[in-house]
């Protein structure tokens, strides 16, 4: 309670008879008839002095009338002064007793809103005037002081005044709107109940460090309860102004923070989620391995790393379109979660990676049982738009035993185990060792060669023969890739083709396979346009780059080579992606003139309606069928089968892989047209096949040669054989001639 307020009590409870104004106005009238009678009592002799005669102004009477007449003027200039100067005072004194009402009523209430009155009119320069000057100052303070707390009282932070034991002595009518609470209900209340149970000992802390006297800090955020029982999230700025008369107290400024709290959530959650699986992303997954890692050098806790990748996403995504991509994501991400603990972290790091991290004495331990789990989970369909479709991973692990010798971070190690493990067949898991990271350094290494051997011209084709099985003649041959390295010498395409599709160099190395194949059949070309053909091999990343027909079209057109000699060979996986999109590049490619091959036919997705489907003109039967044709009926059956398609259908058809006689002698019997192997001819350089074909007709002219020598010897000695028919004609002399059997010389 103020100390007006207790003044105006007071006031209220003094006896009502003796007031300040009535103190003064009986001083004035004592003052102004006394000095009337001091007048009156001293007038006789001044009126002798006038010429009044002494006889009358020593006269009783006189002297008496004189302080009588004293005594009225005394009087009247009371009563004049008294209605003059008190009407004023009552102005003044109304105005003050309004003003401390209306203080008294907002020191009780907080409600400011009141607590002016009118100004004086201030009409003389005497002391009422001065008094009425200070009144109106008084009254400008006032307002001016109304408005710094209307803008604390309409504010929307809550200002509350707490004594050293968080006890309200004071609060802000925002407290309504802001926790619900109507003005003036929580003073006496301890602050401390207000904050949540998990927030209150912060809460706590902070204002006892704040009363010792320590500088204001920020204050974490806390929650308090909103009158409806929710938790509201609050900010809350302390300062000590327990030593101000004003104030005597701790100064707690509360503002509302819920609404940025969750925006700062939505924020989080978007920053460090996943929008399609609600996973950690890839920023969150390493902050918490970062944590892990660093608890591991302090603690000595191992962990581990699951690192997964999708196999068939592209191949969902191409037949099912990106919706049917995204549902199969959702659903790998379930199920890989039901296989973890609730410690562990799953995370999607990219398109189709995901992560998992595993903590604890045991992580190591655990990781392959988890990897199994992960495998069996994912082995069951997934149904995706009503179709079935097996989610295929290929996992790396890595644990903090087997990164320590290697010196690699576990995300690293895992990824580069998961790459040995899809390079090992796709659908497995595979543990890092410190072996996979040489392995890992050394394709790196020859990753940066290969980004040079083109310009380097390192890269040169070697051909394998396509034989005619039926006449035993070479009918086209196979352009095949090979890397001539300066240090590692002939690198074969097995080890460097898969890093050119993972890192896009398959697209110019195409690119410049084309031209060099394409060269080297027109310089084979006769010059009516027979030659032998040229297959060229088209992986699935240069069909899809936009480049690729021009660039067959420019290759032909550089060359001067008849597009009826150029093959282009494709796999049966390119053609169960986007069927429109291919058939219609496919169609681009068969408008120049160009044959098309489907390779590896009878593995993967064979199928009979894209045979139909799609413009093929050549079968190329996978090897795998090949290998046991002479020994496995199952084998022989398959391929009888092929044969009979392609018959049917109208293909040639060209058996890979040859290696004994006895294969060919069994692909013959069954048709088959053409084929390639070792047995036939192994993949040589250009100059290596001219010259086995330079040296092969050398030999055939002197097989020939000594062929009609031979005839010629024989034909000579039949001649000379004595009992031979002509014998006697060899023994008869020559017959001679006579100038009369000349005919004679025609005239001239």
């Known amino acids: 309670?103020?100390?007006?307020?207790?003044?105006?009590?007071?006031?209220?409870?003094?006896?009502?008879?003796?007031?300040?104004?009535?103190?003064?106005?009986?001083?004035?009238?004592?003052?102004?008839?006394?000095?009337?009678?001091?007048?009156?009592?001293?007038?006789?002799?001044?009126?002798?002095?006038?010429?009044?005669?002494?006889?009358?102004?020593?006269?009783?009477?006189?002297?008496?009338?004189?302080?009588?007449?004293?005594?009225?003027?005394?009087?009247?200039?009371?009563?004049?002064?008294r209605c003059l100067v008190g009407g004023r005072l009552a102005v003044l004194s109304t105005h003050l007793h309004s003003v401390a009402q209306t203080i008294s009523h907002a020191s009780r209430t907080g409600d400011w809103s009141q607590s002016t009155s009118q100004r004086i009119t201030v009409d003389s320069d005497d002391q009422l005037g001065e008094t009425a000057r200070a009144f109106n100052s008084l009254l400008d303070a006032l307002e001016a002081g109304e408005h710094f707390r209307s803008l604390v009282r309409n504010a929307s932070d809550v200002i509350t005044v707490v004594d050293t034991a968080g006890t309200v002595t004071y609060q802000t009518p925002s407290v309504g709107w802001v926790l619900g609470y109507p003005p003036g209900t929580l003073i006496g209340t301890d602050v401390h109940d207000l904050v949540h149970p998990e927030d209150v000992r912060g809460f706590r802390e902070h204002l006892g460090r704040v009363a010792a006297g320590e500088p204001p800090a920020t204050w974490p955020a806390a929650r308090m309860r909103h009158r409806n029982g929710s938790w509201r999230w609050t900010d809350t700025a302390a300062r000590n102004l327990l030593d101000d008369p004003a104030v005597s107290g701790i100064v707690l400024t509360t503002r509302d923070t819920s609404d940025r709290k969750?925006?700062?959530?939505?924020?989080?959650?978007?920053?460090?989620h996943d929008?399609?699986?609600?996973?950690?992303?890839?920023?969150?997954?390493?902050?918490?391995?970062?944590?892990?890692?660093e608890r591991e050098r302090v603690t000595g806790t191992p962990s581990a790393v699951l690192f997964l990748d999708l196999d068939n996403l592209k191949t969902v995504n191409d037949n099912l379109g990106h919706d049917g991509g995204d549902a199969l994501l959702r659903v790998v991400a379930q199920r890989v979660g039901g296989c973890l603990r609730p410690e562990d972290t799953l995370a999607r790091l990219a398109g189709d990676e995901f992560a998992v991290l595993m903590s604890g004495a045991r992580s190591g331990e655990l990781a392959p049982l988890v990897a199994e789990r992960v495998l069996a989970a994912l082995a069951?369909?997934?149904?995706?738009?009503?179709?079935?479709?097996?989610?295929?991973?290929?996992?790396g692990i890595a644990t903090s035993a087997t990164c320590a010798a290697s010196g690699l971070g576990l995300l690293r190690a895992a990824d580069i185990a998961m790459y040995v493990a899809k390079s090992s067949g796709k659908g497995r898991y595979e543990t890092f060792q410190p072996s996979h990271h040489a392995a890992h350094l050394e394709r790196e290494r020859l990753l940066a060669?290969?980004?040079?051997?083109?310009?380097?011209?390192e890269l040169v084709l070697h051909y394998q023969p396509i034989v005619d099985l039926a006449s035993a003649t070479t009918s086209g041959y196979e352009a095949?890739?090979?890397?001539?390295?300066?240090?590692?010498?002939?690198?074969?395409?097995?080890?460097?083709?898969?890093l050119a599709e993972d890192s896009g160099l398959i697209v110019p190395i195409g690119r410049w396979v084309l031209r060099e194949a394409t060269r080297q059949a027109a310089a084979w070309q006769r010059p009516d346009g027979s030659g032998p053909r040229m297959s060229v091999n088209v992986s699935v990343r240069q069909f899809q780059h936009p480049s690729l027909v021009g660039d067959v079209a420019e290759a032909l057109d550089r060359s001067g080579l008849d597009p009826r000699r150029l093959t282009l060979e494709i796999t049966e996986s390119l053609l169960v992606q986007d069927a429109a999109a291919t058939t219609g590049k496919l169609e681009e490619v068969k408008d120049l003139g160009v044959r098309l091959a489907l390779d590896d036919f009878g593995t993967g997705y064979s199928s009979l309606g894209y045979l139909r489907r799609f413009p093929i003109d050549v079968?190329?039967?996978?090897?795998?069928?090949?290998?046991?044709?002479?020994?496995?009926?199952?084998?022989?059956?398959?391929?009888?089968?092929?044969v009979q398609l392609g018959q049917t259908l109208g293909l040639d058809l060209v058996a890979e892989g040859i290696e004994t006689a006895d294969e060919l002698a069994a692909l013959r019997g069954l048709g088959v047209g053409y084929g390639q192997g070792y047995h036939l001819g192994r993949p040589l350089p250009a100059a290596a096949h001219e010259e086995a074909v330079h040296q092969k007709a050398v030999h055939e002219e002197a097989v020939h040669q000594e062929a009609v020598?031979?005839?010629?010897?024989?034909?000579?000695?039949?001649?000379?054989?004595?009992?031979?028919?002509?014998?006697?004609?060899?023994?008869?002399?020559?017959?001679?001639?006579?100038?009369q059997d000349v005919p004679a010389a025609s005239p001239h």
């Open 1 to 81: 309670m103020s100390a007006l307020q207790l003044r105006v009590d007071g006031d209220r409870r003094r006896p009502r008879g003796f007031r300040l104004t009535s103190r003064v106005f009986w001083d004035l009238a004592v003052w102004m008839v006394g000095l009337g009678i001091a007048v009156g009592l001293v007038f006789p002799p001044f009126a002798t002095g006038l010429g009044v005669p002494a006889q009358y102004a020593d006269r009783p009477v006189f002297r008496a009338a004189c302080l009588v007449a004293g005594f009225l003027v005394g009087g009247l200039s009371y009563t004049l002064c």
């Open 262 to 272: 969750e925006l700062e959530d939505q924020l989080r959650v978007q920053a460090f």
């Open 275 to 293: 929008p399609l699986t609600g996973l950690p992303n890839r920023a969150l997954f390493m902050e918490r391995l970062r944590a892990a890692e």
């Open 380 to 395: 069951q369909p997934v149904h995706v738009a009503d179709r079935a479709v097996r989610a295929s991973v290929s996992m």
């Open 449 to 457: 060669d290969l980004y040079q051997a083109l310009d380097r011209q």
């Open 480 to 498: 095949l890739v090979r890397w001539q390295h300066p240090t590692h010498g002939l690198v074969p395409p097995a080890r460097f083709i898969a």
């Open 619 to 642: 079968l190329k039967i996978d090897k795998s069928f090949v290998d046991g044709v002479a020994t496995s009926p199952e084998d022989h059956a398959v391929i009888g089968a092929i």
């Open 709 to 739: 020598h031979e005839e010629a010897v024989a034909t000579g000695a039949e001649r000379r054989r004595p009992h031979s028919p002509g014998a006697a004609l060899r023994a008869a002399p020559v017959p001679r001639t006579t100038r």
